[in-house]
């Protein structure tokens, strides 16, 4: 196995591993698992969800009042109850399906408004100690070709994502490998933010925010990512039925540790990462059980912090080399369940953004965005070192990327889409930068005031892309939507609007990154 990773600088205060073998017997530290499980109990209880789903099952499908007195709770951008999801679950009348719906859009107009946040993923490596049966990346799977991009390469990867398609916001992804320790993980973010771009106009541009998908981490290694500037740290639970993630995910393997996964997010917000990002891989076991177990979880996180998820992201298993579980699983999601569970998702959940990524088909992701999707990626390569390598945006390599991707529209044409559906493309990241996180975050999104934010700042960023990277055509498109955006600014904050247009024209005349 070859790799092209380069020697980085050790940390103070993070642990380094010998090889493979050292890597899956030391990572995980029990004391910093038993802190957040007082007395042995475990925020995700099988039997309790099960309990729960059943109760629901044995009440009548489609009370009106219950469910008209549980959405209100939503609009009020108030968590649910495990008892309340389980009643929208269960929920068969269309009649009230369509209201479901129609308020889970509505909760996300309240909240973040017509925006859609856009961004890229950008895989660092495919080496992995684990043997996820699931997965292409996993250890033994003789289909792929493993690699460590090493910093120059990075940059090259940054030259097309920033400076050929326009993105301003990557989430970073590493395998489960000693090869790919805290310390890379630090020496590429570094490399990403401090690499000078610029745009095919000859403005400078760059990468203003990485998020990181890499394994659950110690406190003290989270805390070296705190201090380089990361944005979400994410990880996916995957599954949260034991003995499916058990049967999944062999015992001796890092990923193994169902406990160490699951309080992942417990310690990066003791150590100061307060943006964290939870995801279900849908099509491993029963999908009411799994979102039951989101909830969960977010409500455990909130009882003992505070603070919820930031995202919830929405995978689908999806063809992968090496193995046939995508299309063998008796648990696989078909699109009408996958929309019920986003709606669910959107009214339990009220506050938190939803992604939806490439891995679902481009119509099925036109029909999700009114389900309250907040986030989603575009122009997306998912092979080692797949931007720079291929000169065009929709080339896949099987062999190097985790599972096949199924919307490959540009970045453009995905702009241009929701244009058209009134939607404005955000390429945002002022609220890390100005400390909008965490805690505060979560209350200025409950209370509506972020939304504010970024819908002046969604607008900045916007006219940015157009004038930067977009062709005559979409930008002729895209204007009427940007002008009807500063109007209704403009009507809603007259007092602030000259400032907001103020930088607007500063934009305009070839000034960059002006945020509020």
């Given amino acids: 196995m070859s790799t092209t990773a380069t020697a980085t600088t050790p940390s103070p205060g993070i642990r380094h591993f010998a090889n493979a073998a050292d890597y899956r017997k030391r990572f995980v530290i029990r004391e910093q698992i038993d802190k957040y499980l007082p007395g042995g109990k475990h925020f995700i209880d099988d039997a309790e969800i099960m309990r729960n789903l059943s109760a629901a099952a044995d009440r009548p499908a489609n009370d009106a009042v219950r469910v008209r007195e549980i959405l209100a709770k939503s609009r009020a951008i108030e968590t649910l109850l495990p008892e309340e999801t389980a009643t929208l679950i269960h929920v068969t009348d269309p009649d009230l399906l369509q209201e479901m719906e129609e308020t889970a859009l509505a909760v996300k107009l309240a909240v973040y408004d017509n925006r859609i946040v856009m961004f890229a993923p950008l895989y660092m490596s495919n080496l992995c100690v684990n043997r996820c049966t699931y997965c292409g990346f996993r250890c033994g799977n003789e289909d792929q070709k493993r690699r460590v991009l090493d910093m120059d390469e990075v940059r090259q990867e940054i030259d097309v994502l920033a400076g050929k398609i326009g993105h301003k916001r990557l989430i970073a992804v590493y395998g489960e490998h000693p090869d790919t320790s805290t310390d890379y993980f630090a020496e590429t973010i570094r490399t990403i933010y401090n690499h000078p771009v610029k745009s095919p106009k000859g403005t400078p541009v760059g990468i203003r925010r990485v998020n990181v998908n890499a394994a659950p981490l110690p406190v003290e ?45 417990h310690r990066c917000l003791e150590a100061g990462v307060d943006d964290v990002g939870m995801g279900v891989l849908y099509g491993l076991y029963d999908w009411k059980f799994e979102l039951m177990a989101s909830l ?64 679902e088909r481009p119509e099925s992701r036109d029909a999700f965005v009114r389900c309250g999707v907040t986030q989603m990626d575009a122009s997306s390569n ?86 930067d990277f977009a062709s005559d055509a979409t ?16 009507a809603t904050l007259p007092k602030f609007y000259p400032t907001v247009k103020a930088h607007y024209d500063r934009i305009c005349n070839g000034e960059r990154d002006l945020f509020f």
């Fill in 475 to 490: 930008r002729a498109l895209c204007e009427p939507l940007l002008e009807r955006e500063l109007a209704a600014i403009e």
């Fill in 382 to 467: 998912i092979a080692i070192k797949g931007y720079s390598d291929f000169a065009s945006e929709t080339h896949q390599e099987k062999h190097r990327q985790q599972f096949v991707l199924s919307d490959t529209r540009t970045l453009e044409e995905l702009i241009a889409h929701l244009a058209v559906e009134g939607i404005i493309t955000s390429f945002c990241t002022a609220g890390y930068r100005c400390g909008r996180t965490g805690g505060c975050i979560m209350d200025a999104l409950k209370t509506g005031k972020e939304g504010k934010f970024c819908k002046i700042n969604a607008v900045l960023t916007f006219r940015e892309w157009l004038d």
């Fill in 296 to 359: 969960y979880h977010a409500r455990d996180l909130e009882r003992q912090f505070g603070i919820g998820p930031h995202t919830i992201s929405f995978p689908r298993l999806e063809p992968a080399s090496g193995t046939d579980l995508p299309t063998t699983s008796p648990y696989l999601v078909d699109d009408d369940t996958f929309h019920r569970i986003l709606i669910v998702t959107r009214l339990s959940v009220p506050y938190t953004g939803m992604i939806v990524t490439c891995r």
């Fill in 221 to 265: 290694d989270l805390r070296v990512l705190k201090q380089v500037g990361i944005g979400t740290f994410q990880v996916f639970q995957e599954t949260y039925h034991r003995e499916t993630y058990a049967r999944l995910h062999p015992a001796g393997t890092v990923k193994g540790d169902y406990d160490w996964r699951t309080t992942c997010f």
